[in-house]
């Protein structure tokens, strides 16, 4: 079964507490990425992981950070997270250039 | 750099009517063109690509087809349903590393 899980579904921290959202895929895809949307923002790349400890800033990584040691698993981790990271964020996975991503279902953050 | 224009933010039909989402892209090359889905709570769902000129991609009724010249890649749909309503995103990739180049997205709103 092709998918993408993650977890939290739902997650409210407060500021300046330390957050770990996880993603895994069972399609043993090289590629992975995590993005953030925002109500009217679109799609956000915040890190590509070209596989394990392999992973590359995208355009908004300022105050996150990833952690790949397993081709299917890829976490976002915030370290003292800031209520301007509330946001939705969805991991996806891809197996090659041309190919189609496969997206999460998201997780909803909150940080109070 | 590559990047993905969608013309609507937002466009409202009523059933049976036709649609029309305008995307257009600036890259070098033939890069892949895609279409997703998203609908509210979910992830965006793939709904097809194409990656030569003149190649038509389609899915559930819906349908583009590759344009080098105008650069464009529109997404279309001869009778949309209320059940069409859902977020529309056109997508870039096949360069620049493995990165995905989205457009803003539109929101498809269809009246019963």
């Known amino acids: 079964d092709m998918k993408v899980t993650q977890m939290p579904r739902y997650l409210i921290k407060r500021m300046g507490e330390n957050v770990l959202l996880e993603c895994g895929q069972d399609?043993?895809?090289?590629?992975m990425y995590w993005y953030r949307q925002d109500p009217g923002l679109g799609l956000q790349l915040i890190y590509i992981?070209?596989?394990?400890?392999?992973?590359s800033e995208g355009d908004i990584p300022k105050g996150y950070r990833v952690s790949r040691k397993k081709r299917e698993h890829f976490s976002l981790i915030l370290d003292s997270a800031k209520t301007n990271q509330t946001s939705v964020y969805f991991c996806?996975?891809?197996?090659?250039?041309?190919?189609?991503?496969?997206f999460g279902p998201g997780t909803r953050l909150t940080v109070l | 750099g590559d990047s993905v224009t969608q013309t609507e933010g937002q466009v409202a039909l009523s059933e049976e009517d036709f649609l029309t989402i305008h995307c257009n892209y600036s890259?070098?090359?033939?890069?892949?063109l895609f279409w997703y889905v998203q609908y509210p709570g979910e992830g965006p769902q793939f709904l097809f690509r194409?990656?030569?000129?003149?190649e038509k991609g389609s899915s559930r009724g819906f349908e583009a087809t590759y344009d080098k010249g105008t650069t464009s890649f529109h997404l279309r749909k001869a009778s949309v349903q209320e059940s069409d309503s859902a977020v529309y995103y056109c997508?870039?990739?096949?360069?620049?590393?493995?990165?995905?180049?989205f457009g803003d997205g539109t929101q498809l709103v269809v009246k019963p």
């Open positions: 997508a870039l990739g096949g360069h620049s590393n493995n990165r995905i180049f």
């Open positions: 194409a990656s030569r000129d003149k």
């Open positions: 992981s070209y596989d394990v400890d392999s992973n």
């Open positions: 996806a996975s891809r197996w090659g250039d041309y190919a189609e991503q496969f």
């Open positions: 399609m043993s895809h090289e590629t």
């Open positions: 890259a070098s090359g033939y890069p892949a």
